[in-house]
């Protein structure tokens, strides 16, 4: 079936520095990518997404690039700080429909 | 900006007791949908609510387990059934074309489940 691996399972950084997440995914058909920030004890937070059409998008410190070639997408944390800190979950969508698949988490540590 | 919010935002239920979880969005919605999220562990979805008809649940999920009604496009329940241990979980709503965001996915801030 559909699965989206994500890595690594744990990240720690030095604020400031940058912080990379990487996610494959195995549905040719997934045509949409989005990116949450779960806090502890709060819901997951959409902080950016991309879509099949695109190789890249930035906001801000954040930013995406999708590969479909090679099934991955990336999300890139420039000049991190420690309210960086949170897990990070990929997800891509099960073929062109609305449903998610979401990958392991990242559990990125910013320390100060 | 519109907020979802969920009750209740925790709990702790003896095993064999129902819980019945509420989504309340404050403005309407094309979609919404039901996740758990195991301790320590990623999203999985149980189900789409849909409205004014019976929920669609995923491979591994069914309807005596976690009936779910939407009666309107701001509201949904979930209701955990018979509960056991392993039902411990996160559960979460999410819900789609919120404000005017369609094809993407906002979620409420869930409802922690402690079941003895």
């Known amino acids: 079936g559909e699965n989206v691996e994500q890595h690594p399972s744990t990240l720690s950084v030095q604020e400031g520095d940058s912080a990379v997440i990487k996610c494959t995914y195995s549905?040719?058909?997934?045509?949409?990518f989005p990116w949450y920030k779960q806090e502890l004890g709060k819901g997951p937070q959409l902080i950016i997404d991309?879509?099949?059409?695109?190789g890249e998008k930035k906001d801000q410190r954040i930013a995406v690039t999708l590969n479909k070639t090679a099934k991955h997408f990336s999300l890139h944390i420039t000049e991190t700080q420690p309210e960086d800190s949170a897990v990070y979950f990929c997800?891509?969508?099960?073929?062109?429909?609305?449903?998610?698949?979401f990958g392991s988490g990242t559990r990125l540590l910013v320390r100060p | 900006s519109a907020v979802i919010s969920q009750k209740p935002s925790r709990d702790i239920c003896q095993r064999g007791t129902s819980l019945t979880i509420q989504c309340q969005v404050d403005?309407?919605?094309?979609?919404m949908f039901w996740y758990r999220q195991q301790p320590g562990q990623s999203l999985t979805l149980i189900a789409t609510?849909?409205?004014?008809?019976?929920?669609?649940?995923e491979s591994g999920f069914v309807i005596d387990k976690f009936p779910i009604s939407r009666p309107n496009l701001t509201f949904s329940t979930l209701t955990v059934s018979n509960m056991s241990p392993e039902d411990s979980s996160i559960y979460l709503c999410?819900?789609?074309?919120?404000?005017?965001?369609?094809?993407?996915?906002?979620f409420g801030p869930g409802t922690r489940l402690t079941v003895l």
């Open positions: 999410s819900v789609d074309g919120l404000a005017g965001h369609y094809n993407e996915q906002f």
């Open positions: 549905d040719s058909a997934s045509n949409y």
């Open positions: 991309i879509r099949s059409n695109v």
């Open positions: 997800a891509a969508s099960r073929g062109s429909s609305y449903k998610l698949i």
């Open positions: 403005s309407q919605v094309t979609m």
């Open positions: 609510a849909n409205q004014g008809s019976e929920a669609t649940y």
